[in-house]
């Protein structure tokens, strides 16, 4: 559950979210030659275009030298992000791949896919035209990027923040002349969100920077965020009169999905191929649900077993340590079973997720960028219940976060999942992979882990009746997890392909994918700005043919162990470019 909305939002905008992913240097050929040549075209893109275009994201990835800017959302400015975009597109599509090394071959169709990517998004999906939420979110993440990590003295990134802030207000400017009859959903989203916003520089940014004793610093960035927080909130007065004309179409169509998910993923399976695969995992583990609730209670339904598992969370107050809880046993697991190799053994920092960001994420791992050698800490962020909220939503929310989810939420976000991911990725030196990755290949990573450590032994600890139970509950937490993404695999391609409304997304989440509705309501409001988040399920499957295809050649040879490692080598590359290192093929990832 890595991609908040906002993170979503502001990954759109600025033309892909920056994630750590490499390969050694071992695997890098020598300076010089057609490699040289194409990495120094590389390092032009980044260094002359995308990092000063995209000072947020630069900031994100640990490079620090664009902290005081913001991003220009001007008409001007995206038509000068288009006529460089196309230009570098054709640079590097004109650079020959036969001569070059396999890994640097692997990047040049990487690099050039998220140019086209970017393309994609400023000329037909066109957030900046569409989205409220582009704007007002992402001053509040380029703002909390200076404030989440300490990469410098309070008092020099306060001053960074100070000229970002300046430069907000404009943003929200630049969104009157932009946006052009958005979607209802969008603007709702917005909405919804920006009390969050509104809250978070009024209250955390400045406790954030309360240790700034510079009284000067001080006095300018009560201005500057004072004129912010103004800004946000004549934002939200027009947003409210702009939703009554919301009337746009939140839908990408068949052409456009399709098309981001080769640029995204490196998939072209039509799209009748790809529903047809994700009912077939949906259905499967419909009956592996049920099989394991008969087990458990034969004598009840398997939605009877599930209102039963929903019951048995903590309570709000203790929802934190209850996912501190499960972080020794697993790590113990990895360690004893040979599952993969955890590079360090330092833990992340569990806190609550930021009040600007739950309005679309139950949990989410915040590592820092691979660029950042100062603030190195990564969160684990957990979602809470608010204290506004009545009985009947705190329990509809909290059902989610029964005790073998959060099992199995802790696996996909720590251990051996994206916590685990980030450490590996950390220590490899490629700048492409760095900046650029695949969500069917991060996401699905951490997915593919969920069933892999229950299929591995996790949880069956003995062959008593209760240790029995135990690790049956523990399978039906996977398997609800499971379903949540198999529906999202489905209803991502039915409703932007006009084959299902907004509330027959929210009903099926709750019919299909066995959740609350309350869960199916945030699940669907996600899945109109991230489109393509059934990357999920894709790249768990994909990992899966991977594993079961290098088994079949390697025989006994075949060690789970170094096979996630050789994995996680690659870096956050689409499954396709893993599959050609690790098997030196192209055939087929699904």
């Known amino acids: 559950m890595v991609h908040?909305?906002?993170?979503?939002?502001?990954g759109v905008l600025l033309g892909g979210l920056a994630?750590?992913?490499?390969?050694?240097?071992?695997?890098?050929?020598?300076?010089?030659?057609?490699?040289?040549?194409?990495?120094?075209?590389?390092?032009?893109?980044?260094?002359?275009?995308?990092?000063?275009?995209?000072?947020?994201?630069?900031?994100?990835?640990?490079?620090h030298r664009y902290d005081a800017q913001f991003e220009d959302l001007s008409q001007a400015a995206l038509l000068r992000e288009i006529?460089?975009?196309?230009?570098?597109?054709?640079?590097?599509?004109?650079?020959?791949?036969?001569?070059?090394?396999e890994p640097v071959r692997a990047d040049r169709a990487l690099l050039l896919a998220s140019i086209q990517s970017a393309l994609l998004t400023d000329e037909q999906i066109r957030p900046l035209e569409?989205?409220?939420?582009?704007?007002?979110?992402?001053?509040?993440?380029?703002?909390?990027?200076?404030?989440?990590?300490?990469?410098?003295?309070p008092n020099e990134r306060l001053r960074a923040l100070i000229s970002r802030e300046k430069q907000m207000p404009a943003a929200l400017q630049f969104a009157r002349q932009n946006l052009r009859n958005p979607p209802h959903i969008f603007t709702s989203i917005a909405l919804e969100q920006l009390p969050g916003d509104?809250?978070?520089?009024?209250?955390?940014?400045?406790?954030?920077?309360?240790?700034?004793?510079?009284?000067?610093?001080?006095?300018?960035?009560?201005v500057a965020n004072g004129a912010v927080i103004a800004a946000l909130r004549d934002y939200q007065h027009w947003l409210e009169q702009l939703l009554r004309r919301s009337h746009g179409d939140f839908r990408l169509?068949?052409?456009?999905?399709?098309?981001?998910?080769?640029?995204?993923?490196?998939?072209?399976?039509?799209?009748?191929?790809?529903?047809?695969?994700?009912l077939a995992d949906l259905h499967s583990n419909q009956q592996h649900f049920a099989r394991v609730a008969k087990q458990l209670e034969p004598d009840k339904t398997a939605r009877e077993v599930l209102a039963e598992l929903a019951l048995d969370h903590p309570a709000p107050a203790d929802l934190l340590p209850a996912f501190k809880a499960t972080f020794d046993g697993l790590v113990s697991f990895i360690d004893a079973h040979h599952i993969v190799t955890v590079p360090a053994s330092t833990l992340p920092i569990l806190r609550e997720t930021p009040a600007f960001m739950r309005a679309t994420t139950f949990a989410s791992m915040?590592?820092?960028?691979?660029?950042?050698?100062?603030?190195?800490?990564?969160?684990?962020?957990?979602?809470?219940?608010?204290?506004?909220?009545?009985?009947?939503?705190?329990?509809?929310?909290?059902?989610?976060?029964?005790?073998?989810v959060i099992s199995n939420v802790t696996v996909h976000e720590a251990f051996p999942g994206h916590y685990v991911q980030f450490l590996w990725f950390k220590q490899f030196h490629d700048r492409v992979r760095q900046i650029i990755y695949a969500n069917s290949n991060v996401e699905g990573w951490a997915h593919y882990c969920e069933q892999m450590m229950l299929d591995e032994g996790f949880g069956q600890t003995g062959s008593s009746a209760a240790e029995q139970r135990a690790a049956a509950r523990l399978r039906l937490g996977q398997l609800q997890d499971a379903l949540l993404r198999d529906a999202r695999f489905i209803v991502s391609i039915q409703m932007h392909t006009g084959k299902m409304s907004i509330d027959q997304a929210v009903q099926y989440f709750v019919?299909?994918?066995?959740?609350?509705?309350?869960?199916?309501?945030?699940?669907?409001?996600?899945?109109?700005?991230?489109?393509?988040?059934?990357?999920?399920?894709?790249?768990?499957?994909?990992?899966?043919?991977?594993?079961?295809?290098?088994?079949?050649?390697?025989?006994?040879?075949?060690?789970?162990?170094?096979f996630h490692d050789q994995f996680l080598q690659q870096g956050g590359v689409p499954i396709k470019l893993v599959r050609r290192a690790m098997l030196q093929d192209d055939s087929p990832t699904l």
């Open 366 to 404: 915040d590592s820092p960028g691979p660029f950042e050698t100062t603030a190195t800490e990564a969160y684990f962020n957990v979602t809470p219940t608010e204290p506004d909220w009545n009985a009947e939503r705190v329990a509809g929310f909290m059902a989610q976060f029964n005790y073998p």
């Open 83 to 101: 006529a460089a975009l196309k230009g570098y597109a054709a640079k590097v599509a004109a650079v020959d791949p036969a001569p070059l090394s």
């Open 130 to 153: 569409k989205n409220p939420d582009v704007y007002s979110s992402s001053i509040t993440a380029s703002a909390y990027l200076l404030a989440q990590r300490d990469f410098a003295p």
């Open 253 to 278: 169509g068949a052409k456009v999905f399709a098309d981001k998910l080769r640029y995204d993923e490196m998939v072209d399976t039509p799209l009748p191929q790809l529903l047809a695969i994700g």
């Open 19 to 63: 994630a750590a992913g490499a390969r050694g240097d071992q695997a890098i050929s020598a300076a010089g030659g057609a490699d040289g040549a194409f990495r120094a075209l590389a390092d032009d893109y980044f260094d002359s275009y995308y990092l000063p275009t995209n000072p947020s994201t630069a900031t994100e990835l640990g490079i």
């Open 4 to 10: 908040p909305l906002w993170r979503v939002c502001v």
């Open 198 to 222: 509104v809250g978070f520089f009024e209250h955390d940014l400045p406790l954030a920077f309360a240790k700034a004793d510079d009284a000067g610093l001080q006095q300018q960035f009560a």
């Open 511 to 562: 019919r299909e994918g066995y959740q609350s509705k309350e869960v199916g309501l945030v699940e669907t409001q996600r899945g109109t700005g991230d489109p393509t988040y059934l990357y999920y399920t894709l790249g768990k499957l994909q990992i899966m043919k991977l594993r079961a295809d290098l088994k079949a050649r390697e025989g006994e040879a075949f060690s789970l162990q170094s």
